[in-house]
């Protein structure tokens, strides 16, 4: 299936999509297409993720505000794919496991000290 973007957009065979933010990475595996959003400082959004399968949007990041409601919580500035799932960085290094079907954090890999 084609996938392309520019800025804010993204195509996914005919289907279009206007996301919130601009795109900063794709990763396609198979039929499914995950996207990271780069978040402007000024805002306070961390579900910056999302998974889409076959042209269809099938989730957004779960929360890490309510997953983890007691810590100074950034959106995500990398993705990779990982065993078990999706890989999530955020600025201060932290890695989470996300359910590449699902988009729900599956646990936290690393911690600041």
Same mark, same amino acid.
């Given at each position: 299936?084609?996938?392309?973007?520019?800025?804010?957009?993204?195509?996914? $065979?005919?289907?279009?999509?206007?996301?919130?933010?601009?795109?900063?990475?794709?990763?396609?595996? $198979?039929?499914?297409?995950?996207?990271?959003?780069?978040?402007?400082?000024?805002?306070?959004?961390?579900?910056?993720?999302?998974?889409?399968?076959?042209?269809?949007?099938?989730?957004?990041?779960?929360?890490?505000?309510?997953?983890?409601?007691?810590?100074?919580?950034?959106?995500?500035?990398?993705?990779?794919?990982?065993? $078990?799932?999706?890989?999530?960085?955020?600025?201060?290094?932290?890695?989470?496991?996300?359910?590449?079907?699902? $988009?729900?954090?599956?646990?936290?890999?690393?911690?600041?000290?």
């Amino acid at each position: 299936m084609n996938r392309q973007h520019e800025g804010n957009i993204l195509t996914i $065979g005919d289907a279009s999509f206007e996301m919130p933010f601009n795109i900063r990475k794709v990763i396609e595996e $198979g039929s499914l297409t995950f996207v990271l959003l780069s978040i402007p400082a000024s805002e306070k959004e961390t579900r910056n993720v999302y998974g889409f399968c076959d042209g269809k949007k099938i989730w957004q990041v779960e929360s890490l505000n309510d997953k983890y409601p007691d810590r100074k919580n950034l959106p995500f500035e990398d993705i990779r794919q990982a065993e $078990g799932g999706l890989l999530g960085r955020d600025f201060y290094g932290r890695q989470y496991l996300i359910d590449s079907m699902t $988009g729900k954090i599956i646990q936290q890999l690393t911690s600041v000290k």
